[in-house]
């Protein structure tokens, strides 16, 4: 096969950055080319060069042989080269054909729209590639399977023939994502070539051709697919062996710590979505919570951190009666708290990484000296979080909007591992993180347990919740259905009291 | 007895013309609104064009003797003004809030000051020609519905309209289709600054013959609340503006009708367009990009 698209040794320099750094890429017609990497590796890069967003410093792009000198996204869509945006690019209010025309529109006279024949287009399109979409409903109304299929409509209706997915699967349901992999097999087999951008090892396997690692700003290398393996892939992510499955050492519970008995609670529609759960955490161990989302997890962990009101039930830690009391309250009688999503409950994207880390802290002792903030105390304590988390940029005063995912993540962890709780609670810990920093938060969350912290650990994710507790809660409908001992949970048994059976 | 006298006083002919001729500002100034807000830059200094165009108006009406140039010097030189808010708001990313508040001052002391150098007055204008009738009204007010015509057919039938409505909704989005939102921007804006200056240019050599000190009297500001009324559409703005129109003709009419101080009849307009926004609306969704500068690159 031949090559369509080839981008040769590609520099790209920022002040103080080598976001792109030599590297090559090429994309064989009618392939399926993963690109992955951690963030921050230069994967938007690359693509932002290629769609002449950014102008880069040295390299050449060949497009069907061809040099080409890219000015901006209007070069590359006019080429055919199409892309779907991690972040859909749809105006809400209009109709999916109108979206799918905008920019190419297709009129009568002086620009008067027909409407009706961009319908009828885009019908026929949605047809030709089996792509299911309503023409006429405003993106809106649709569920976020069926935006991404427009998103790619799009670029086929500029006749495309390259198509980049970036991240495409972060939004999707795991049935969403199986319907990905099929349009994405049928494309290829049209003659499209389409590069895959994720940091999901798994999903690189399941249904791509080839894979293209770039860590750092280098291209480490391009493999084929079959030929490769998860664990062969993460060490070219990131650098080094990475340890998928987490090394622990048996847990040697202690004395009681946590114990809640009979919660219940209402969700915000009044619903009842805690019922009577009980369940008890000792020093030194860690309980998972699994279940599908939505199961009444994201209550518990409210509850039991403050944010939300319980109707009945007893939450002590140590002795101390803890239920209902302020969320302040709560931390200061040292309970952490991992949320389970960062950015609305976990940082203020607009303070720097020092303010973050002494968020909920900040009246305390040693930060606060009466009405001041003790200043050099608070640079102190980022400085040492920084380094001992390894948080980056190694920059207190930066953004923590500016951060990635992984290292908004660290600030959270470093903030409330660093407070010496006796209860640590942590809900989807890892979400939206990438490898190196699964890796490096999970050992954090293991190191905890065995300084002989209670740990609850809330996560969507199976094999997090397997790898790391020692006893495993099952979340059905507001109940804890089952408890089960690390050991003798299976993926079938879980998986079968998550959809409400019985052992 | 007195009732029924109040009645024949809201409900008769007059009362419909002249909310007719109350409404053509409002409907003229609430399109400009849609036009800018549909593209994403919020435009609060209407009431200034409108007072820059009605003043415009009348200078040249005056030195050429021609009120039709009157008309057009007004729309070229209320689109020049409204410029001044495209460049500092898509341009500079500015507070558009901020410039639109900065335009009216501008435009209110402008004025007087320049009625004061040109004519040596202060406060109103010596009389100009004013248009001459066109049946029953003066020909900004046929102007007005066909521009509420015009718009409604370029917003939603044509491909600029459609890029207008992108724009100002997800400007990314239309960004990455190769869409110049500043261009569409700086048209959009422009445009409202041109219909506001028609607007304005009807006040004072349409209704009037001369110019007045603050004549605008509030007129732009209830444009904007006709135009959220009417939830950025232009025939909902059409039916919001004849409905604030028609309060202010009532008030015109009842003053000396009612025993009642002149003073609170003249609130009835201004407590109306209160109410209306408070709520009585439901909900009116504004374009979702309005107000915020556009930057490429950024999310």
Redesign the interface.
């Given at each position: 096969m031949d090559s369509i698209l080839e981008l040769k040794n590609i520099t790209k320099k920022f002040p103080g950055v080598l976001a792109n750094d030599q590297v090559n890429f090429d994309l064989k017609k009618g392939e399926i080319h993963a690109l992955v990497g951690e963030n921050g590796a230069g994967k938007s890069t690359l693509m932002n060069v290629l769609f002449g967003i950014y102008q880069q410093e040295e390299g050449e792009v060949f497009y069907k042989g061809q040099e080409l000198d890219i000015d901006g996204p209007e070069d590359a869509i006019d080429l055919g080269i199409g892309m779907v945006h991690q972040h859909f690019m749809l105006v809400p209010t209009l109709t999916v054909a109108e979206n799918i025309i905008l920019g190419d529109e297709i009129t009568t006279g002086l620009g008067h729209l027909d409407i009706k024949q961009a319908t009828k287009e885009v019908a026929e399109l949605s047809d030709k590639y089996g792509l299911d979409v309503d023409p006429q409903a405003k993106i809106k109304d649709i569920p976020v399977g069926m935006e991404q299929r427009v998103e790619i409509l799009k670029a086929l209706y500029r006749e495309a023939e390259v198509l980049i997915l970036d991240e495409p699967t972060a939004v999707l349901t795991p049935q969403e994502v199986k319907e990905l992999y099929k349009i994405m097999d049928f494309l290829a087999e049209q003659g499209k070539s389409i590069i895959f951008i994720t940091h999901k090892l798994q999903e690189v396997l399941a249904v791509s051709d080839r894979v293209t690692v770039l860590r750092d700003g280098k291209s480490i290398g391009t493999v084929k697919t079959e030929a490769t393996s998860e664990p062969e892939l993460a060490e070219m992510m990131v650098g080094r062996e990475v340890l998928l499955e987490v090394d622990k050492k048996p847990a040697e519970p202690g004395e009681l710590a946590v114990e809640v008995n009979n919660l219940s609670a209402q969700n915000n529609r009044g619903v009842k979505a805690l019922n009577d759960v009980s369940f008890s955490i000792k020093e030194g161990e860690i309980l998972g919570v699994a279940g599908v989302e939505g199961n009444g997890q994201t209550e518990l962990v409210e509850v039991l951190t403050g944010l939300r009101e319980a109707t009945t039930g007893e939450f002590e830690l140590k002795g101390n009666e803890l239920l209902n009391h302020s969320a302040r309250d709560i931390k200061g009688s040292k309970v952490a708290h991992v949320p389970e999503d960062r950015h609305k409950h976990g940082l203020v994207l607009d303070y720097t990484i020092e303010d973050n880390l002494i968020l909920g802290y900040h009246h305390q002792q040693p930060f606060a000296q009466g009405i001041n903030f003790n200043f050099a105390e608070l640079e102190k304590h980022a400085e040492e979080l920084i380094s001992e988390y390894d948080i980056r940029p190694r920059d207190k005063d930066a953004l923590a909007r500016s951060l990635s995912g992984g290292n908004q993540q660290k600030v959270i962890v470093a903030r409330e591992f660093a407070m010496d709780p006796e209860f640590l609670i942590a809900s989807q810990p890892t979400r939206g993180v990438d490898i190196g920093a699964i890796e490096f938060i999970h050992q954090q969350i293991i190191n905890q347990r065995d300084e002989g912290k209670a740990v609850l650990l809330v996560s969507a994710e199976l094999s997090e919740i397997m790898s790391l507790s020692d006893r495993i809660a099952v979340m059905y409908e507001g109940e804890i259905v089952d408890i089960l001992e690390v050991e003798e949970a299976t993926e079938e048994k879980l998986g079968l009291l998550m959809a409400g059976g019985q052992i | 007895m007195e009732i029924l006298e109040v009645l024949k006083q809201i409900f008769n002919l007059q009362t419909f013309s002249s909310t007719l001729r109350m409404a053509t500002p409002l409907i003229l100034a609430a399109l400009g609104g849609i036009f800018s807000e549909r593209s994403g830059v919020i435009n609060i200094a209407l009431e200034g064009m409108m007072l820059a165009g009605a003043f415009v108006a009348v200078v040249v009406s005056h030195f050429t003797a021609s009120p039709w140039l009157g008309v057009v010097g007004a729309v070229i030189f209320s689109g020049l003004f409204a410029l001044i808010h495209a460049v500092v708001s898509i341009e500079y990313h500015a507070k558009q809030v901020v410039s639109g508040v900065a335009l009216n001052m501008l435009a209110a002391g402008g004025t007087v000051f320049l009625l004061n150098i040109l004519f040596n007055t202060s406060g109103t204008s010596p009389s100009v020609n004013s248009l001459s009738y066109w049946g029953n009204f003066k020909p900004t007010v046929y102007l007005a519905l066909v521009a509420v015509g015009i718009t409604y057919y370029i917003l939603f039938?044509?491909?600029?309209?459609?890029?207008v409505?992108?724009v100002g909704?997800?400007p990314?989005?239309?960004?990455?289709?190769?869409?110049s939102v500043k261009k569409i921007r700086y048209i959009c804006v422009v445009t409202s600054g041109m219909l506001a200056g028609l607007g304005g240019a009807h006040m004072s050599v349409g209704t009037l013959d001369v110019f007045r000190e603050g004549m605008t009297a509030g007129r732009g500001f209830i444009a904007l609340a006709a135009m959220i009324f009417g939830k950025w559409h232009p025939v909902g703005a059409l039916g919001a503006s004849l409905l604030f129109g028609f309060f202010q003709a009532l008030q015109i009419r009842l003053q000396g009708v009612l025993p009642i101080p002149g003073e609170f009849i003249q609130m009835i307009p201004y407590i109306f367009t209160v109410i209306a926004l408070a709520g009585v609306i439901g909900k009116a969704t504004p374009p979702?990009a309005s107000g915020k500068p556009f930057k490429k690159?950024e999310?």
């Open positions: - | 039938y044509t491909s600029f309209g459609l890029r409505r992108s909704e997800h990314h989005a239309a960004d990455s289709l190769g869409i979702q690159g999310r």
